[in-house]
């Protein structure tokens, strides 16, 4: 079953998409990104990440402006739509090392579509792999 | 043509106007006539009014037994034969004419910029992404490496070139579950990044810190010591736990 990658706004992040038996998994890149910028929600059968990163680079008191930047910056959104046997209320979440770690049940109904949430914040625990 | 310049008020002629530059470019070259002034070199050609630097600019003609570098009796010895491929590729050596190797003889501190940073579009799918910054301080090289095991990371400094590698297991990793994806759009596998630091930029000054799923690499702006070669070495990468 493939998870689709829902529509695709620009600036928007890498994920990478794993299965297991029992749930969805999806590993979202946010390197240099706070747990607390980063916002996980379910909308109906939809997964919707944004995240801010911060164009300037702080390690404590110090404050440096970018002189040159490969990378994405500002606010980042990426959507992700369910499988249809995807249980939207078990969606759990996980962030470490650069990597935003989801984890989304499956029913085990097969094709039978299960109810979607109508908005919910997902919790992003810290976790240090 | 000359139906038109009956209309032109205060025209009188076809050259005038041409003969009015003539004038002033004879006065500028030769003076005025007038006057009977005749005007010189410019001021800026005048003697003194600039030091005269002999190695750069086009030079005078110099007799060749008036020239005291033609008296070096190595011109004469053919171990000191300047071989043309040396023009082609300066890593194979230097002119052997020369007393003093070109390569040691440039002061580093005149030469510091920002370390280069390649663009990766050839290999945009081996390489992390870097972004550059700058504190009054040093340099930072911030490189984003997310999900990456600092394990799997190494920083080496080989001659004035900077490398970093890493590798990224293309696995779903949550300390419990592991498993291979199916589909990505990151960058997995060995990803590698050259940079190119001053010459002599002494490897110990180098600190790397990896929070957060990017490297900082610190490249302090101090001063280059003149005239030395860095060896390879290690550059020890620092785990730091960021603050949630």
Redesign the interface.
Known sequence: M??Q?GYIEAPSV???????PE?Y?I?V???????KDISLQVVGQQLAITAFRKP??T?GA?T????????RFGTLRRSISLPPDANATGVAA?HG???L?I?IPKTGNGAAHAPGVPVANVAIQ???? | MMMSQQYTPGFVGGYQPIDAIRTDLNRLFYGDPRTGEALGAPHWQQPGYAPVYPQFGPQGFIPVQADPRWADPRWADPRFAFDPRLALDPRLGVDPRLSVDPRLSVDPRLTWM?PQ?HS?HLYSSLSP???????PDAH?L?V??????IRDTSLQVAGNQLILTAFRK?I????T?T????????RFGTLRRVFHLPPGYPASQIQA?F????I?IVLPKAAVPMGQTTPAANVAINAA??A?
């Open positions: 493939l998870l990658s890498d994920a990478n998409f794993a299965e297991t749930a998994l590993a890149e946010l390197p240099g990104i706070e747990v300037i680079w390690s110090v440096a402006g970018f002189t040159m930047t490969e990378g996980q090392n650069g990597l770690t984890t810290a976790a240090s792999l | 920002a940073v990766a992404q870097v972004n550059c910054a700058e504190t930072l911030v984003e490496l997310p999900g990456v095991d293309p779903w990793n949550n300390g579950v498993v291979g994806y199916y589909q990505t759009e990151g810190n929070v957060n799923g990017q900082t736990i960021p949630v």
